[in-house]
């Protein structure tokens, strides 16, 4: 079975610094990658997903990924980040002819100091 | 279209009482799914359905009970409210036709059990 680390807990960025959010997985495969993100009091909104070819994707809001087979990793980043990108970031994989239903990383919650 | 939609918002229970979390979904989608999310826990699976009258259980079944009696609907019923149910839950719903793991989420219904 498929699992996901997200080894931060919490991050705290300055408004206009970049930003990584690391996310590892473990497949046995090429799985499907996701990140989500969850404003306070709100539900869970898609970001980015990775299916196949091209390592980088864009996603909404800025935000890229990158896939690394090598290192079984995801990467969330954004060069500048906004005083509204605070919230909880969820890294998730799918997987490949399996259950339509992910596995979500415990989650990162992003900080953001004027 | 409404996408996902979870009722009530808010919900303060009794221990020993019972109640139905509605989710209804106007996508047409085939996957449904109930999570609860617990602070420093992400989102667990408590139960799933891959079509109309088809169930099956997640991580964290216990307490909760299910049905698909259509494709739209997906109510999650807790059968004797326990103070450990205190949480934040979602519904979520994923086309066949999509990405595995790429999923709809709905606002949530924060219930307290005291």
């Known amino acids: 079975a498929q699992s996901v680390t997200q080894p931060d807990i919490h991050i705290t960025v300055s408004e206009g610094a970049s930003l990584e959010l690391r996310c590892n997985y473990s497949y046995g495969a090429t799985p499907y990658l996701f990140w989500y993100v969850q404003s306070p009091g709100q539900g869970l909104q898609l970001l980015l997903k990775?299916?196949?070819?091209?390592?980088l994707v864009q996603g909404i809001k800025g935000f890229e990924a990158e896939f690394k087979r090598s290192q079984s990793s995801f990467n969330l980043r954004k060069p500048s980040v906004h005083w509204s990108d605070a919230a909880e970031y969820f890294c998730a994989v799918g997987e490949r002819g399996g259950s339509y239903i992910p596995t979500f990383g415990r989650g990162t919650s992003l900080i953001v100091h004027p | 279209n409404a996408g996902v939609t979870q009722t009530p918002k808010f919900q303060v229970l009794k221990t020993g009482q019972s109640m139905t979390l509605q989710c209804a979904q106007d996508?047409?989608?085939?996957?449904m799914s109930w999570y609860r999310q617990d602070p420093g826990m992400g989102l667990r699976l408590i139960h799933y359905?891959?079509?109309?009258?088809?169930?099956d259980q997640g991580e964290v079944p216990n307490g909760y009970n299910v049905s698909r009696s259509t494709t739209e609907d997906f109510p999650l019923r807790l059968l004797s409210a326990a103070p450990s149910q205190t949480s934040v839950y979602f519904c979520a719903s994923s086309s066949a036709a999509g990405a595995f793991g790429e999923q709809y989420f709905g606002p949530g219904t924060r219930l307290t059990v005291t």
């Open positions: 990775y299916f196949s070819g091209d390592t």
């Open positions: 996508m047409n989608h085939e996957y």
């Open positions: 359905s891959v079509g109309a009258g088809i169930t």
